[in-house]
């Protein structure tokens, strides 16, 4: 048996053995640090899933978003329901990014508060205050979905869909995959401007308009001058004006008029450059460049730059709506200017003539596109059964003669002849009731012309030539029955003949004049033709055109656009 002081001698030496063995581990473990507060993914995942589910958030200024619900749900499926803008319990670099573009709308001609432009500061604190609170990260990612959503679809269709204006467009077909658009375009964007601006119409036109409004846009915040003196009549070049000064600085102001002193016209005195920044402002206002000043030249000049602005907002809405597959537009109406372009494949303007459209009121021509096929030389016009109802019985009634003096024709369904000269009681009660019809025989006097161009369409509406030449010089050129006169037809015609060689200018000219009847010559391919309605349009030098709202579009559209958004 060992004895103790023996026991202790030979424990010793083990028990120092051991501990050098174990070093500092030898030493009592330390409580593990406590991990910090985390975000509940869970409760995160429940309030996306309940938000979506509802198409309804409180938070936004215009709440209900069912229109988008589907979307919203699609999105946040794809993610198990995380959070999209958010990382850290921090707005990623591209949410930023995208509320900078919601909060600058306003330059796109959109407005802010459609998108909560007022409410992002206050988001962004909430939630840098409290970044891993569920409610908090949830409402601000729902909210920035919804209100990307709702910017990106009216920056690339318009806030109003055409079909309500009974204009011919189908923006349906232009929609987006949000969800996908969203995930694989915006959320992981490395340049988010970028592909917002990519969003945005591929028109020059479209571009240049955008630009102008942020230049009209400055005017209306900054400029506050009384409006010009009217006048009692309309004053001529050398005429005294007490508002020549003021005219100089309104003049210098929207680029008709070089800044500096004008130095050729005496106080007081409408004269010298002050006369050509008139002729200038006139021409960019759809009047008649001559120098006059009168009652209409100062209505225009007095028209508050609000007024400029609405202009090109609703010039910008009306962009939106064009078919995403015309770039460039081939051929293009501009109703209110009375003007018709032609564009070639670089964008560049190849033609452009003054056009005649239908009258305001009960015969405007309509907004719509579609792809021209064919030209006839030489066309007959067959009579509309409202314009034969309307016109030509009436005139039958007064005039036994007048179909032999027009150059008319009484025929059947089939077009055979019924009568070239007087008409029957019969024949008259016929035409009444469509089962005959009228139409005007080829010539110089055939109210088409000698040529018209068929793009067939539900209006029947078409675009021809004329003998009524002397209306081309009229400012205001609204008297069609709804089709579109041409100024220049036969260089339209060659343009869009030019990969047939046998049809150079002179040909489609002897075509028109002597060449047989009703001739018919289809387009290789065919031509998109676009009839739009725009009151305010920049040049390709950068000027801004400003034109009357002849057929009240304008108003109808800024009348709903003044309700809101159409979010339930």
């Known amino acids: ?41 869970e409760a995160v995942a429940g309030q996306l899933r309940s938000i979506a589910a509802a198409g309804t958030l409180a938070d936004l200024t215009f709440p209900n978003f069912p229109d988008y619900s589907q979307e919203v749900q699609a999105l946040y499926q794809s993610v198990n329901y995380a959070p999209v803008w958010i990382r850290d319990g921090q707005a990623i670099p591209q949410a930023l990014a995208v509320i900078t573009a919601l909060q600058s709308s306003r330059q796109r001609g959109l407005n802010p508060e459609d998108y909560d432009a007022s409410r992002w500061p206050q988001r962004l604190a909430a939630l840098k205050n409290s970044p891993l609170e569920a409610n908090t990260v949830a409402r601000f990612d729902a909210a920035l979905t919804v ?33 996908q658009f969203l995930a694989q375009k915006i959320i992981v964007a490395s340049n988010v401007p970028q592909v917002l601006n990519g969003v945005e119409p591929p028109y020059y036109g479209y571009q240049r308009t955008e630009l102008a409004l942020q230049t009209y846009l400055s005017l209306a915040d900054k400029d506050h001058s009384p409006p010009l003196p009217e006048v009692q009549k309309t004053l001529a070049p050398g005429d005294a004006y007490p508002g020549a000064e003021a005219l100089a600085q309104r003049l210098q102001l929207v680029g008709d008029l070089p800044q500096g002193p004008v130095t050729d016209a005496k106080p007081g005195i409408y004269e010298g450059a002050l006369v050509d920044g008139v002729k200038h402002y006139q021409a960019r206002h759809g009047l008649g460049a001559d120098g006059k000043l009168g009652k209409d030249t100062l209505v225009q000049l007095n028209t508050p730059f609000s007024v400029r602005v609405q202009q090109l907002d609703d010039a910008l809405e009306r962009w939106r709506w064009l078919p995403a597959d015309f770039s460039p537009l081939p051929v293009a109406v501009n109703i209110p200017e009375f003007v018709l372009r032609v564009f070639s494949p670089d964008h560049r303007i190849a033609m452009r003539m003054n056009v005649v459209v239908g009258k305001a009121v009960r015969n405007e021509t309509p907004v719509f596109a579609q792809d021209m096929k064919y030209i006839i030389f030489r066309p007959y016009w067959n009579v509309p059964l409202s314009i034969t109802r309307a016109e030509i019985i009436p005139s039958l009634q007064k ?95 060659a343009w869009l003949l030019r990969d047939q060689p046998k049809w150079t200018l002179d040909a489609v ?43 009240g579009h304008d108003q109808r559209l800024n009348a709903v656009l003044a309700k809101g958004p159409p979010y339930p």
């Open 147 to 179: 209100s990307t959503m709702r910017y990106i679809s009216d920056l690339h269709m318009g806030r109003v869909n055409p079909k309500q204006f009974k204009v011919g467009f189908d923006v349906e077909q232009k929609k987006y995959d949000l969800p």
């Open 509 to 551: 000219k002897a075509a028109m004049q002597s060449g047989p009847d009703n001739q018919q010559v289809n387009l290789t391919q065919p031509v998109p033709v676009v009839i739009i309605y725009l009151t305010a349009l920049v040049e390709e030098n950068g000027e801004v055109y400003f034109f009357n709202d002849i057929y």
């Open 399 to 493: 005039d036994s003669g007048y179909l032999a003096k027009k150059g008319f024709e009484v025929t059947d369904q089939s077009g055979n002849i019924v009568t070239s000269g007087t008409v029957s009681v019969d024949e008259l009660a016929q035409l009444r009731s469509g089962k005959l019809l009228v139409r005007q025989r080829p010539g110089p006097s055939n109210s088409l012309g000698l040529i018209k161009f068929i793009f067939p369409n539900e209006h029947n509406v078409y675009l021809h030539s004329t003998p009524a030449q002397s209306l081309f010089s009229q400012s205001r050129r609204d008297f069609s029955h709804g089709c579109i006169r041409l100024e220049q037809p036969a260089d339209l015609a």
């Open 1 to 41: 048996m060992i004895s103790v002081r023996r026991r202790a001698a030979f424990c010793l030496p083990i028990l120092l053995l051991f501990s050098i063995a174990l070093g500092c581990h030898s030493q009592i473990a330390p409580t593990p640090a406590q991990a910090g507060p985390t975000l509940n993914a």
